[in-house]
């Protein structure tokens, strides 16, 4: 029996809204109206080849932790599975704009980790303001400019996401001011919240980014920095990132990703290549192999002095608006055995697929 609640109420009228707007859709495209509406909707099935399907509870009934699943963000979870429902909302005028991106689904909830309760569906709520050509000023709370990947699962080659990406911050609360050099350079500066604290400023300390880019026909290059305190303790949180990606050929792609992030002696430093190659204008192959190394005095995935490498394939198959992504994955663990065979014996690997699909609006 449905329960109507206050966060049922919301999503509702959130989504009637969203098919209000999506019926006179084509009319604003063919008419080029400053208002835009997409998003994805994804699904997949996940299992394990060496490691067990289910979820482990010890003597009290609670759940085993880790278990089954590779410890980063999204596709964790065994059998037929969701991700999310993502609708965009958007303005695009000469001057002034907005975005509305909002969430539903377990891969929504875990990218606005933060944020206070189940109902809470804003990925990101931003306006902005030209004040040039040259400059733009957004405020409010966007998608990280840190890393290779994001949360959107048809904006990454690879379905399931990789440790940089998941210990990285995922979102930012704040004022960003861009600015283009020429042609080819940009740069960003930002203040904003601590990571992650989209809502709202819970400590009163505040963290500073910012970003050089450069690009042309074949690719660009992205150097990222953040640093502040993110808690009531004096460390600051301290991160620089590379991303780079280039077409080498009209069939062949490169892209690389490099991090170091450290509070007080903890954090982690990693890197990632991603070659991947288009057979066809419908299919393409993608290999993502990464090395993270936890940092001596701690780390955030399976503790202090552990080295993981992680290899993931990924196929991609196009067909109008729809993609379909098979994917193997190999993860190995120096320095500590958090992954559960099927005898519910602690091991060092895990190997995994899964098949994702991922419809586009």
């Known amino acids: ?3 109507f609640t206050f966060a049922n109420i919301r999503l509702f009228l959130v989504f009637s809204l969203i098919a209000l707007l999506n019926i ?3 009319a604003q495209e063919e008419s080029k109206s400053p208002f835009i509406i997409s998003g994805t909707v994804d699904a997949y099935f996940r299992t394990n080849f060496n490691g067990i399907n289910k979820t482990v ?3 009290n009934g609670d759940p085993l932790e880790p278990a089954a699943a590779p410890v980063t963000s999204f596709a964790n979870d065994p059998g037929f599975a969701i991700g999310m ?3 965009i909302l958007g303005y695009e005028g000469d001057k002034v704009g907005f975005v509305a991106d909002l969430v539903v689904g377990p891969r929504g909830e875990d990218a606005v980790f933060l944020s206070t309760g189940s109902p809470a569906i804003v990925n990101q709520l931003y306006v902005y303001y030209n004040l ?5 000023l957004t405020f409010g709370n966007f998608n990280t400019f840190l890393g290779y990947e994001v949360i959107s699962p048809a904006a990454n080659f690879n379905y399931s996401t990789s440790y940089m990406f998941s210990y990285g911050p995922f979102s930012h609360t704040g004022l960003k001011a861009d600015f283009t050099i020429d042609e080819n350079w940009s740069a960003m500066l930002a203040v904003m919240n601590p990571t992650d604290y989209t809502e709202f400023n819970p400590i009163g300390k505040y963290t500073f980014g910012g970003q050089l880019g450069y690009a042309n026909d074949a690719g660009s290059a992205y150097l990222n920095l953040i640093y502040g305190e993110q808690s009531l303790s004096d460390d600051a949180l301290f991160q620089v990132d590379l991303t780079t990606g280039w077409n080498l050929s009209d069939a062949f792609y490169l892209g690389f990703n490099g991090t170091y992030q450290t509070t007080d002696g903890e954090g982690f430093a990693g890197a990632a290549i991603y070659p991947q190659l288009s057979t066809s204008d419908s299919f393409a192959i993608g290999l993502r192999a990464e090395y993270f190394n936890e940092l001596a005095d701690g780390g955030p ?14 196929g991609s198959y196009t067909y109008g608006n729809l993609i379909i992504k098979p994917e193997l994955r190999l993860d190995s663990v120096d320095g500590a055995k958090p992954f559960m065979d099927s005898d519910l014996m602690m091991q060092d690997n895990l190997s995994s697929f899964l098949v994702a699909a991922i419809y586009s609006f």
């Open 1 to 3: 029996m449905l329960k």
């Open 24 to 26: 006179d859709l084509q």
């Open 57 to 59: 509870y010890d003597d």
């Open 85 to 87: 429902a993502n609708v």
């Open 132 to 136: 040039s050509d040259k400059v733009r």
């Open 301 to 314: 995935a399976y503790g202090a002095d552990t080295n993981t490498t992680a290899i993931t394939l990924t």
